[in-house]
């Protein structure tokens, strides 16, 4: 890893997580009914600050760069905090007993062991409702902010993120072959990647011709990021992952290794790659986070 991209890395993460404070502490500071809600407010806090990654904001600032350097800040930030409390939501709903039921995350209790089962619900409904709040406050143009909604709200629907884990949850202990597991990955992860790039170049401005690039990047990275998390949920283990080793393995779930092998599913994530980095071969350098950011996807070791 160069130490451009370190830095671009550290400062995307101090950025977005300074943002996401500011925006969740302003909610309770302006509430008369604070003191009723704190134990929620600690909850939500709890879920967006337990050592997220910050992929997906990190993906709206570098497409935003590779477009634009003069975009506004403030509705960068707010956009690239949308879709990082959508994605902590679902991690959040994805924990429940009812889903996936995991007791860890990120090396630390899941939400509704750390406080309880309803309380982890309420703050994951109330993450996903301030998502949007966030983009319906921003400075731009109407029609950039229901774009920006739009667009969102499709990617974490039942076309995207929630149909995706639907057909995740209906797959246990069921024999799928590829095309159906790429339908499910390209759904229940790709989605909400997609859709981080294309908010970046919303706010940028990008051509049609620049979207249509940008979302053959987003869409290679995205079912990259799946291939790698089931190889590491092979290859790696608890305290390097941050949640249970073997935890696909265990639920019997449908994985890229498991279909292709593990040699297989190493391969796919590399082609996966190259096919990123040629969708992104009409950018200049302005575009090198994005290029930096598909490596690290499968490279990365949690």
């Excluded at 929630?162 to 790429?182: E, K, Y």
């Excluded at 339908?183 to 011709?209: F, N, P």
């Excluded at 979302?215 to 608890?238: H, K, M, N, P, W």
């Excluded at 082609?271 to 499968?298: E, M, V, W």
Aim: proline share 4%; hydrophobic share 45%; glycine share 6%.
């Amino acid at each position: 890893m160069s130490d451009s991209f370190q830095g671009f890395l550290e400062s995307s993460q101090q950025r977005v997580e300074a943002a996401l404070a500011t925006q969740l502490n302003a909610q309770l500071a302006t509430s008369a009914q604070a003191p009723l809600l704190q134990r929620l407010h600690d909850a939500m806090h709890y879920s967006l600050f337990n050592g997220g990654k910050r992929v997906r904001p990190m993906l709206v600032y570098a497409t935003a760069q590779a477009i634009n350097a003069g975009c506004s800040p403030q509705d960068l930030d707010k956009a690239a905090s949308a879709v990082e409390m959508i994605h902590s939501y679902s991690l959040v709903h994805d924990d429940l007993p009812a889903m996936d039921d995991d007791d860890l995350r990120r090396g630390q209790p899941t939400c509704h062991i750390a406080f309880d089962e309803a309380t982890a619900i309420l703050a994951g409904d109330a993450l996903q409702a301030l998502a949007f709040e966030q983009l319906a406050s921003l400075n731009s143009s109407s029609d950039i902010r229901v774009a920006l909604i739009q667009t969102l709200s499709q990617a974490a629907g039942p076309l995207g993120m929630v149909g995706g884990q639907a057909i995740d949850l209906a797959s246990v202990n069921q024999r799928i072959d590829l095309p159906h597991l790429q339908t499910l990955h390209q759904l229940k992860t790709g989605a909400l990647i997609r859709a981080a790039v294309a908010m970046g170049a919303i706010i940028a401005g990008a051509s049609d011709e620049q979207r249509c690039a940008l979302d053959a990047y987003a869409s290679a990275i995205g079912l990259a990021f799946q291939v790698t998390d089931d190889i590491l949920d092979i290859e790696s283990d608890t305290i390097t992952l941050g949640k249970p080793q073997g935890a696909d393995l265990a639920l019997n779930k449908p994985t890229y290794p498991a279909l292709l092998g593990l040699v297989g599913a190493k391969d796919k994530a590399q082609q996966l790659h190259q096919q990123a980095l040629q969708a992104l071969a009409a950018f200049g350098d302005t575009a090198q986070p994005l290029r930096a950011l598909s490596a690290y996807i499968i490279t990365r070791k949690h």
